[in-house]
């Protein structure tokens, strides 16, 4: 059988790829959006957006999360891979991961960029001691702590604002004379209170122990140095915002790139036929969502002209047999969803506290995959708080499936199954599968907010075949040793249930490694004893500390060693 060649891949999952995924669904085009991380890109970072057109105000999470269901409508199909060479060449352009080739007439590189690091002496040691890339993950670390903001532009202004309701005080360092972003966003820093703005000035250097306890600043214009000091026994934050990297690495030599960046023409073309470049790792002057999202469009209608001239020559279908079905099932689905004229409150009916109906719904479709039971087991103290928050959460997840059963014991009842399934602190569940094996998969906290997601993969993974995993990759799961895994998480960061659900994922392979997730806010004496002021952070075996977003192939390698 041939390999399915789709008419457009979309390689990137941020607002740019999104937008174009809209409308080239709209435009009937059978597309893929790859994406190797996690759909949304650097927006699922931003605490808050009031400048995009006709939505007053949302959460980075909550656009994308709008923006990817509505190419769902569309008929767009959705996959996890890391891309690590493309052949853009011929008139079927190929695209390549690790253990699968993609194939389509035209490509939308929209790759995005990284958090670009500024390279003063002690950044990359203190990463996650000090250093911070992203507001909404890390900025509770520092409550009531001295915060300095780097950087001058948008991202810099809008979230140092953000950050003083958790600062002491909050500082920007700005290279520049002035701000380099609008100006009213701008203002918003200038006029706040409880923000300093200190210009024409760079970090020379930080330095400390297990946090950073002192910064030196320069002024570049007089040369003049500053010292910052951490009170006593104490640390602070530095929150750095200092543009963007583009992520073009595989396509050198593919398209034309200006130092990293694509250069386009106002169609979003590059060099190359058929191909298309959209959002931040264009050249252009501004680089925001609404430039991002305008841009995914353009490529897309650009992109669907040139699929039908090649289709045309070819004398192909411009409408393959595959979308049609599709679109139908899509269509279908939607005629019985009335049309939304206002935003109205999530119901909940009865008692449901944590799921909401709409919710419920949801998980109900993934639970009814189930095949078989799934327990899990509480040890809890009828004293305290949390236990009985966990227990009324676990009570309602456990009501979502006949399959997924509720055991709770109380503390000290059962010494022998706390020692060996390892359980030192409360609240916290174990997962046992059918056989009443504990499966090394560990919540200690409550997985609520964002990592509802976790707990629902865990059961899913247990009770079912599980999350398609690639063979060489099980191969490899399946010889790792015994290890210990200890990630820790805040229930605001977006990047931890990737980085849960992976290591769970191991787990429930081979029950030798143990996935415990721990709510860094639910146990904060955890954060001096282990030295965490950033998340995700991994423990291996009490010993080594990786921080930040790791894939399931990156964690294998980390487990492996």
Known sequence: MSQEIYDLIVIGGGSAALSAGIYAGRA?????????????????????????PAIRATTGPELMEDMRLQALDFGVDFTTDEIIDVDLSQTVKTVKSATKTYQAYAVIIATGASARKIGFPG??????????????CDGEFFQGLDIFVLGGGYAAAEEAVYLTRYGKSVTMIIREPDFTCAKLTAEAAKQHPDIKIVYNTEVKEITGDDFVRKAVFVNNQTGEETTYEAPSDSTFGMFVFAGNKPSTEIFEGKVELDRGYVPTNENMETNVAGVYAAGDLRIKELRQIVTAVADGAIAATS???YITEVKTKADLPIVNKRLEKRLAEVHAAAKEIQPKTEKKPIKSSGNNTWFPDAMREQLGGIFGKLTKKVTLLQVMDSS??????????????????????????QKGQKPELETAYGIDKLPSVVVLNDQGEYTGIKFSGIPSGHEVNSIVLAVYNVGSAGQPIEAPAVDKIKELPKKKVQIFVSLTCHYCPDVVAACQRIASINHNVEAEMIDIGVFPELKTEKK??????MIIDDQEIVFGSKNMDEIIEILEK
Do not use: H, W
């Open 28 to 52: 009937m085009l059978d597309t893929l959006i790859i994406e190797k991380d996690k759909i949304g890109g650097q927006v699922t970072t931003t605490s808050e957006i009031v400048n995009y």
């Open 123 to 136: 950044e990359v040691e203190f990463t996650g001691r000090g250093i911070a890339y992203c507001s909404t």
């Open 303 to 305: 992109a669907q002209k």
């Open 384 to 409: 305290e708080e949390k236990s009985l928050e966990l227990n009324s959460f676990l009570t309602e997840f456990a009501s979502l499936s006949d399959k997924i059963l509720l055991e709770t014991i």
């Open 532 to 537: 965490i002021m950033s998340v995700p952070a």
